[in-house]
Structures are given as structure tokens and as C-alpha cells.
């Protein structure tokens, strides 16, 4: 079984100019999280996805990040403008929606760095 | 405010002892319990969970702990192997499959 696909794995910009991060879930997994993580901390979630519908886009900062799934598979991130603080890695996790509460699948991540 | 707490930051203990890694929460309202691990350039992978209405979860050399009444979650790894030197994360679920996750333990196991 194929595992989460991310791409880039890793994207070096300069503040202010724009960023995009491709993900490609488990076959079948109907949730998919997109996952910001600064170094030293845990991963913090910035939008959750059932199927193609937003569940949960709370801690998504919204004036500069957007985020979307479409046909409920592929999904991407977008950061429009970058700003210094932006530097972390990107995880992108799916799950399916079964007994086992969620157990979430990792990509490798993309690691971006904004200078 | 942080709602999953892993205070210590780092763990070094020497191959074939016990290696224990905490975990403190505060909501009472978390069902349930992950622990991940994170090689280096890789995401985390799933090690072992436990649901709240339980009090340990055994699978192999990992067994997870659960004190409800104190909050705290605890992950032994018997015997410890070099293998095992990685970052842990404690994860809790929070509503429908939304995790909130703890800032790492980075164990190094001593050969």
C-alpha cells in the first residue's frame, strides 16, 4: 500500500512571495490534515478535510494561507505571501473514519524555508 | 496554551533498560491517545494508542499507560534498542478526529 505523497520535500523562498504544497492521500482515506511544524514544537494543525468539505480550519491563517481538496483526493497548501515565520515543515497526514479512532498516516513533509 | 505537555525534552538511556517517556494533558475531554515517532526527514509514524476508558495498551516492547485521574500518559519501551532513538510525540483526540499533539521527546538509546 502506497503511503502519503508529498512534494515538494523541500522549497527555499524569499518573504512575500508565493508557495505551494502538493499532497496525495492514502487510497480510500477520506480525512486529510494539513500540519505546520516549527521547529522544536509539535505539529500544529491548520485544516482538517472529510472528503472535500472543511471540517476544521480554525488555527488556518486565512488573510495569507488557503488550502483545497478537490474531488475529495489530492489537496493542496498555499502561503500568498510568505512571511520569515512561515519557516517550518508541512505534514500532510490522512486517516480513514473507522473504529480505530483515526490513526493518522504521515507524509514526509516539505520543509520550507522563507528568507 | 499548551493542552498536551511533554516536559522533557530529551531522554538518553542505555540499550536493553527501560525507556519512559510522559505525557500531561489538560482537558478532561480527550477520548483518546496516540504516541508517534519521528525519524529524521521522515513524518511520524504510529506506534501505539490507548482509548480512555482503558488504563494500559500492550503491543510488544511498547506499552502505553493511562492515569485519567492525574492526567498523564506514559510510554514504556522494554528493551530499549538503539533502533528506538527517535523524537516522540503524544497526540490526544479532541472531538471528531482532531488531534492536538505534545512538543517531542527526542530518546537516545546508548549501545
Known amino acids: 500500500e502506497a503511503g502519503v505523497a508529498q512534494s515538494p520535500r523541500y522549497k527555499i523562498i524569499e518573504k512575500r512571495q508565493s508557495v505551494a504544497f502538493w499532497c496525495n492521500p492514502i487510497?480510500?482515506?477520506?480525512?486529510l490534515y494539513w500540519y505546520q511544524q516549527i521547529l522544536g514544537q509539535g505539529p500544529k494543525l491548520l485544516i482538517q478535510?472529510?472528503?472535500?468539505?472543511?471540517?476544521?480550519d480554525s488555527q488556518l491563517p486565512k488573510d495569507r494561507f488557503s488550502a483545497e481538496r478537490l474531488k475529495g483526493v489530492d489537496s493542496t497548501l498555499k502561503i500568498q505571501p510568505a512571511k520569515l515565520e512561515d519557516s517550518a515543515v508541512y505534514l500532510c497526514?490522512?486517516?480513514?473514519?473507522?473504529?480505530?479512532?483515526?490513526?493518522?498516516?504521515f507524509g514526509p513533509g516539505t520543509r520550507l524555508t522563507v528568507l | 496554551d499548551q493542552q498536551v505537555k511533554q516536559n522533557s525534552p530529551s531522554l538518553s538511556v542505555q540499550e536493553g533498560r527501560i525507556s519512559i517517556l510522559n505525557c500531561d494533558y489538560t482537558?478532561?475531554?480527550?477520548?483518546?491517545f496516540l504516541w508517534y515517532k519521528k525519524y529524521p526527514a521522515e513524518g511520524p509514524t504510529f506506534l501505539i494508542s490507548i482509548s480512555s476508558i482503558k488504563d494500559k495498551n500492550e503491543d510488544g516492547r511498547f506499552t502505553v499507560f493511562l492515569n485519567k485521574s492525574a492526567k498523564h500518559l506514559s510510554l514504556h519501551i522494554v528493551p530499549s534498542q538503539p533502533g528506538d532513538s527517535a523524537v516522540y510525540f503524544c497526540a490526544a483526540k479532541e472531538g471528531t478526529y482532531k488531534y492536538i499533539f505534545g512538543t517531542g521527546t527526542r530518546l537516545k538509546v546508548l549501545a
Open positions: 497526514a490522512s486517516s480513514t473514519t473507522g473504529v480505530a479512532g483515526g490513526v493518522q498516516f
Open positions: 482537558n478532561s475531554m480527550f477520548d483518546y
Open positions: 487510497s480510500g482515506h477520506a480525512t
Open positions: 478535510f472529510q472528503n472535500n468539505g472543511v471540517v476544521d
